[in-house]
């Protein structure tokens, strides 16, 4: 973000957040940023949402990978 | 008291859920899945198939309990994902860098965004009630799953690498030759369309 402009649109604010996941963002890319949520809900949910989404990819990742022995334990051995 | 050996104690241990496990129609549609998931990274059907058959048999033989189908899918994905982490990692791909980049490009931003940059009113994100309750539901994980199958191919490829593989960005610029400003741009389109998904196809319906 080369000039200094205190305002930006949504397509980069939402580029902005959708960076913030995946590098760590300069001081005057967050100074924008925050200026920009702060007055756009819109763009306040993305971020929110596509924080949501990132959860949501790790517990896809590994659902139930700790699978602890679940409650269901059919076929007991006495049944023979 | 009583003589231990009295009793036949052969209590057997409680099978590995063999009847859910080994039922054929389970068993070829996760293969599917697990075929489409290791091609859509690899770009290579033999590769692919090679690298589920070993992520099977390794989660078969493994002698690992599970509870039910859904932990041993998610086991057996756990396997491929690194089968198919360390063949990209080997296995520079040369390939279609030019054309990954092109679906990239032709995804515009028009859908979201008018030309000013603002929201278009219809694409302006409005609050999800209690996103994490939708976490414990099984139709969730459904409708997510359709949302993923409906991106364009390298934009799936990319985004998964990073969002289910947890590549590293540097590794998947390398991996999949591409810049890194062509990640963001690439990343920023993904999840465009997979929050605009999940909204459309669940949260607008569960409101």
Redesign the interface.
């Given at each position: 973000m080369g000039k200094h402009r205190v305002m930006i649109s949504c397509d980069e604010a939402t580029r902005l957040l959708s960076d913030a996941l995946d590098r760590p963002l300069g001081a005057g890319e967050r100074t924008v940023l925050r200026m920009h949520t702060w007055l756009c809900s819109g763009c306040r949910q993305f971020g929110a949402q596509v924080g949501f989404i990132r959860q949501a990819m790790r517990g896809f990742a590994d659902r139930r990978d700790g699978e602890d022995d679940g409650p269901d334990e059919r076929n007991p051995p006495s049944a023979r | 008291m009583p003589a231990p050996l009295s009793a036949p104690a052969n209590?057997?241990e409680?099978?590995p859920?063999p009847d859910s496990l080994t039922d054929a129609g389970f068993v070829a549609s996760l293969r599917q899945q697990m075929v489409k998931f290791a091609r859509l990274h690899l770009g290579d059907s033999h590769l692919a198939e090679d690298a589920v058959q070993e992520a099977l048999i390794g989660a078969w033989s493994g002698g690992k309990?599970?509870?039910?189908r859904?932990?041993f899918k998610?086991?057996v994905f756990?396997i491929l994902?690194h089968k198919v982490a360390d063949l990209l990692r080997h296995k520079q791909r040369v390939v279609d860098a030019g054309s990954l980049l092109k679906e990239g490009e032709a995804q515009s931003?028009d859908d979201?965004?008018d030309d000013?940059?603002?929201?278009l009113q219809e694409a302006?994100?409005?609050?999800?009630l209690c996103?994490?309750a939708?976490?414990a539901q099984q139709q969730?994980?459904a409708v997510?799953e359709v949302c993923l199958d409906g991106m364009p191919a390298a934009q799936a490829r990319v985004f998964m690498m990073?969002?289910?593989?947890?590549f590293e960005?540097d590794e998947i610029c390398a991996t999949v030759g591409i810049s890194n400003s062509n990640?963001?741009v690439m990343?920023?389109r993904a999840?465009?369309r997979?929050?605009e998904c999940?909204?459309q196809r669940w949260f607008a319906k569960e409101a």
């Open positions: - | 209590v057997p409680p099978e859920a309990r599970f509870a039910g859904s932990a998610t086991w756990a994902k931003l979201f965004f000013k940059g603002h929201w302006q994100p409005a609050a999800w996103p994490e939708s976490l969730f994980w997510l990073r969002e289910f593989m947890d960005t990640f963001f990343m920023h999840r465009l997979l929050r999940l909204d």
